[in-house]
């Protein structure tokens, strides 16, 4: 049987508990900074939990892939699950009590979860044949087509549900959605890492980080996460100050958040057919277009297809990183490559999340679109430096 397959049944799992996480990770992104404006009086520390919430997240993938290096995946992924929750409770008890500090500290938390569930697509790929692993890594993160129907729509059904004190009703529907992975994290059957790959870890990070191909695959994903972050997380702000109402916000979200994930049906066999270097620069060209309309006007139709392109190139950029970086390790290397990737990933992530309020508040929407064209030129020139060096070392 199909399911009997490992490599199968794990991706059909770990798609499940990705749905879950991206559903309370995209209902957390759109009520966090909204939240963060109700809770402070300055309207430039609005994206400040959101922004610490990503701080969080790149503080914790290290320590989190080299604790499931330890104790296996399964109950690594628990543990970030349960500190989910926990954060989300505390979330909206800080909101009933209008503390922003305590808000902060349930953010982060979240944030920490965040740290564990990104690594779900590698723990398909540990799993899965070098041929599937691309397909692997895309169809875990296809999870997310659930989150970008549901969770926008679950924070439309439950910001209110406490009024009139909003929001904290989907922080409490967020600990509810992300603690119901449990289930299906007591299904996956990972092999813990044997005695030998404990004690061995290969080459030295100084070594590995040097080659070609770990460096356009951090540079993408980096640079792809980072802007996809920096102009996700003032967008919502931009619309209200716009004049859009907060359901009108909500439903760009929505779709920003289906065009991040629908790709990953198809991405990995993209991937497999035109190559990933392909794929990584058309992803780029989204972003480009993403600019392009997000700077010709402030109506619904330029927030919504920015938002989308915004979402397809994302999508491109994120699994062909992730491709690419599975082949910068050896298996007894791959806990502490894969957590400093991320770690990487989520500093720009981090960055972009502390910046983009400010900008916003203080440049507006336009200045904000033009501040990511250096970093967009920055992917292009690195992957077409790539693609050349590749065929030199062929020829």
């Given at each position: 049987m199909v399911w009997s397959d490992p490599s199968v049944r794990n991706v059909a799992l770990l798609t499940l508990c990705q749905a879950l996480a991206m559903t309370g990770m995209t209902m957390n992104m759109t009520v966090t900074a909204l939240t963060g404006a109700t809770l402070t009086v300055d309207p430039a520390l609005a994206t400040l939990p959101l922004a610490l919430q990503m701080t969080a997240t790149m503080c914790t993938t290290l320590p989190a892939s080299l604790y499931m290096r330890r104790v296996g995946r399964q109950l690594g992924f628990s543990t970030g699950v349960l500190i989910g929750v926990t954060g989300a409770l505390i979330a909206a008890f800080a909101i009933f009590e209008r503390?922003?500090?305590?808000?902060?500290?349930?953010?982060?938390?979240?944030?920490?979860?965040?740290?564990?569930?990104?690594?779900?697509?590698?723990?398909?790929?540990?799993?899965?044949?070098?041929?599937?692993?691309?397909?692997?890594?895309?169809?875990?993160?296809?999870?997310?087509?659930?989150?970008?129907?549901?969770?926008?729509?679950?924070?439309?059904?439950?910001?209110?549900?406490?009024?009139?004190?909003?929001?904290?009703?989907?922080?409490?529907?967020?600990?509810?959605?992300?603690g119901s992975s449990l289930i299906f994290l007591a299904m996956v059957r990972i092999p813990k890492p044997t005695d030998e790959e404990r004690k061995s870890s290969g080459r030295p990070l100084s070594e590995i980080v040097r080659q070609p191909v770990f460096i356009i695959a951090a540079v993408g994903s980096m640079i792809g996460y980072g802007t996809m972050s920096f102009l996700m997380t003032a967008t919502p702000l931009a619309m209200i100050d716009c004049g859009f109402a907060f359901p009108d916000a909500a439903f760009v979200i929505q779709w920003h958040a289906f065009a991040m994930f629908a790709p990953s049906f198809f991405t990995g066999w993209l991937i497999q057919k035109f190559g990933v270097l392909r794929i990584m620069l058309t992803g780029a060209f989204a972003y480009l277009l993403c600019v392009i309309i997000n700077t010709s006007g402030i109506e619904m139709l330029q927030f919504f297809s920015g938002l989308v392109l915004l979402g397809i190139g994302w999508n491109f950029l994120f699994v062909g990183g992730t491709t690419l970086m599975t082949e910068a390790y050896r298996p007894e290397e791959r806990a502490k490559v894969q957590g400093l990737g991320d770690f990487l990933v989520f500093s720009t992530v981090a960055a972009g999340s502390f910046s983009s309020g400010a900008i916003q508040n203080a440049f507006g929407w336009q200045i904000l679109n033009f501040g990511v064209l250096p970093l967009i030129v920055i992917v292009v020139g690195a992957l077409l430096w790539f693609r050349s060096h590749r065929r030199s070392q062929v020829s």
């Open positions: 503390s922003f500090g305590l808000f902060i500290l349930g953010s982060m938390l979240i944030g920490s979860f965040q740290g564990f569930a990104v690594l779900y697509r590698y723990a398909a790929a540990d799993t899965a044949s070098e041929n599937f692993r691309p397909r692997a890594i895309s169809l875990v993160l296809a999870g997310g087509v659930v989150a970008a129907l549901v969770g926008p729509e679950l924070s439309k059904l439950s910001f209110d549900l406490f009024e009139p004190v909003m929001f904290a009703g989907s922080f409490i529907v967020i600990a509810l959605v992300q």
